[in-house]
C-alpha cells in the first residue's frame, strides 16, 4: 500500500478538556492565562515530533512492581495490570507512542522531595514506568493500585486513585498529559482537578473499568485505559483515491 | 470514519518528575538517562546557541515546579525523522524548572527556516510546550530570536491582532549565544500561547 496523504491535525476541541482557570482547583487561578490563544493551522513544526524506539527501553520499564527495588522483591499493594489501545480521533491506532507513567504507592505516598504526607515510602516502588505502543496501539504494564491522598487545596480534600500518563503521539501537536482514574472510585466526582473537565462524557472517558478478561487469575487484576490523540485530517486528493 | 473525542487532558500535577524526569528527582537507577536530557548528540552543525527563561505565574513568582519541552528543527529548517536531517541532533528537549529560581536551560542550535504549508517559509523557532501543577492543559508557544531578519514576513507572527504583544515571541540575545525567552502566564506581559 502506498502512504496514504494526509492533511494538518484536526483542531483541537476546547469541550473535550478541562477549563484553564477553575477556581476549585486554586492552583490554577493564577497559572491560567486569560487572553485567547492564537490560532492557525497546523504546520510542520506541529505535524512533526520526537520518535522513541524500543531500544529507548530497559527490560523492567513497564514493570513498576519491579523496576526499583532490588533482584527477586516486589512492591506493596494491589498488583495490577493496566493495558488499553492509543488510536487516533479517526479510530486508527497510533504505533510507537511513548507512555509514560508515573504514581503514588498503594499508601498514597509519592517518592518526591516535596511530597509532605505521612504515608510511608516503599523501598520497593519509585513510581515511574514507561511504555511504548505496538502496531496496533495496544500498550500493557504492571504496577501496584495507588492509594488516594490528601492535598493541600481546600481544607479536606482528597485525590481519587489515579495513574499519571504523558503521551508522545507522532506529531508534537498529539503530545497530552493526563490522568487515568480507576472504576468505583466515589473520590473522582468530589476532585476539584477532575471538576475542572466540565463534560461529564469526557470525565467518564478517563475512568478505566475493571477487565476481568486479562485478570492475570492468582496474581493481578486488571483494568483497561484506552486513550484517544488528535489526528490528521485526510487530504482531498486521498478521498478520491477511495473513489468517491 | 467515526469521530472519537480527544482524551481529555489533566494537571502534570507538582510530581511531574517522578514520571518525565526521575533522575532529576532522585529516582536513580530506572532509567539510565532522563528523556531529553541532550538535543545536541554529537557534531551537529550549526550555531550552538542557549535558550535561557523563567516560568512567571500572575503574582510575578516563577513557577519552580514546571517542565518545559522543546520541539525544533535542525540548522538547516529539517526536523528529525525528515529525509536529511542532522543525526547529530535530536530536535527535542526537556527540562524541569529548577526548584530554587525556577529557570530552564536548553543547551541547543539556532534552527533554520522551515515550511509554511501553502507557500513561504517561517522564521527560525522553537516549540515550547509547558505543563505544571495548576495548568489544566499543556501550553503550546513559540520562540523567535529578536534578532531574525525573516520574523518580518513570518506567517504567525503576521497573525497577531494586537501587535503589542508580539514582543512575547521574541527571545532576546543576551551575548555569547545566549538567548532569553521568559513566559507570563497571565498579566500585561501574557505570553501569547496556541491552540494550533
Not at chain 2, 9 to 33: K, M
Request: aromatic letters at 10%.
Amino acid at each position: 500500500m502506498t502512504e496514504i496523504p494526509k492533511g494538518g491535525y484536526a483542531a483541537r476541541l476546547p469541550q473535550n478538556h478541562p477549563v484553564a482557570l477553575y477556581p476549585p482547583y486554586r492552583t490554577s487561578v493564577k497559572r491560567s492565562p486569560q487572553a485567547a490563544p492564537l490560532s492557525f493551522p497546523t504546520t510542520i513544526s506541529e505535524e512533526t515530533g520526537p520518535v522513541f524506539g524500543h531500544d529507548l527501553l530497559g527490560p523492567k520499564d513497564a514493570d513498576l512492581l519491579h523496576n526499583f527495588g532490588p533482584q527477586d522483591q516486589s512492591a506493596i499493594g494491589p498488583r495490577i495490570v493496566v493495558h488499553g489501545r492509543v488510536q487516533d480521533q479517526f479510530g486508527r491506532p497510533v504505533a510507537g507512542a511513548l507512555l509514560e507513567v508515573w504514581q503514588a504507592n498503594a499508601g498514597g505516598r509519592y517518592r518526591h522531595k516535596k511530597e509532605g504526607y505521612l504515608a510511608p515510602l516503599d523501598q520497593n516502588f519509585g513510581g515511574c514506568g514507561r511504555v511504548i505502543t505496538g502496531p496496533d496501539g495496544s500498550y500493557e504494564f504492571r504496577t501496584v493500585l495507588p492509594g488516594p491522598y490528601p492535598w493541600p487545596n481546600g481544607p479536606n480534600d482528597w485525590r481519587p486513585s489515579h495513574i499519571h500518563f504523558s503521551i508522545f503521539g507522532a506529531g508534537f501537536a498529539q503530545r497530552l498529559i493526563t490522568q487515568m482514574y480507576f472504576e468505583g472510585d466515589p473520590l473522582i466526582w468530589r476532585c476539584p482537578i477532575v471538576g475542572s473537565i466540565q463534560d461529564k462524557a469526557a470525565v467518564e472517558r478517563l475512568i478505566a473499568p475493571l477487565d476481568m478478561e486479562r485478570t492475570l487469575p492468582m496474581d493481578a487484576r486488571a483494568y483497561r485505559f484506552d486513550i484517544t490523540l488528535r489526528g490528521r485530517r485526510q487530504t482531498m486528493f486521498e478521498n478520491r483515491m477511495e473513489g468517491l | 470514519m467515526t469521530d472519537h473525542p480527544e482524551t481529555a487532558s489533566q494537571t502534570a500535577g507538582p510530581y511531574v518528575h517522578i514520571g518525565c524526569t526521575p533522575n532529576f528527582a532522585g529516582i536513580h537507577g530506572v532509567y539510565p538517562e532522563d528523556l531529553g536530557a541532550r538535543m545536541i548528540t554529537g557534531d551537529a552543525t550549526g550555531e550552538r546557541i542557549t535558550l535561557i527563561g523563567q516560568i512567571f505565574d500572575g503574582t510575578g513568582t516563577p513557577l519552580r515546579d514546571a517542565m518545559i519541552e522543546a520541539w525544533q528543527a535542525d540548522a538547516n529548517g529539517l526536523y528529525a525523522g525528515q529525509e536529511g536531517a542532522d543525526p547529530h541532533f535530536s530536535g527535542f528537549g526537556r527540562c524541569p524548572c529548577d526548584a530554587e529560581d525556577g529557570s530552564f536551560r536548553f543547551e541547543t542550535i539556532k534552527p533554520g527556516t522551515v515550511a509554511w504549508p501553502s507557500g513561504g517559509t517561517q522564521a527560525p523557532h522553537v516549540t515550547l510546550w509547558i505543563v505544571a501543577r495548576g495548568i489544566n492543559l499543556g501550553l503550546h508557544t513559540r520562540a523567535y530570536f529578536a534578532d531574525a531578519p525573516q520574523n518580518d514576513s513570518d506567517p504567525v507572527l503576521g497573525r497577531i491582532e494586537h501587535r503589542v504583544r508580539a514582543k512575547t515571541l521574541l527571545a532576546q540575545a543576551e551575548g555569547s549565544g545566549v538567548y532569553r525567552f521568559d513566559i507570563h502566564l497571565q498579566g500585561p506581559d501574557e505570553t501569547i500561547f496556541f491552540d494550533v
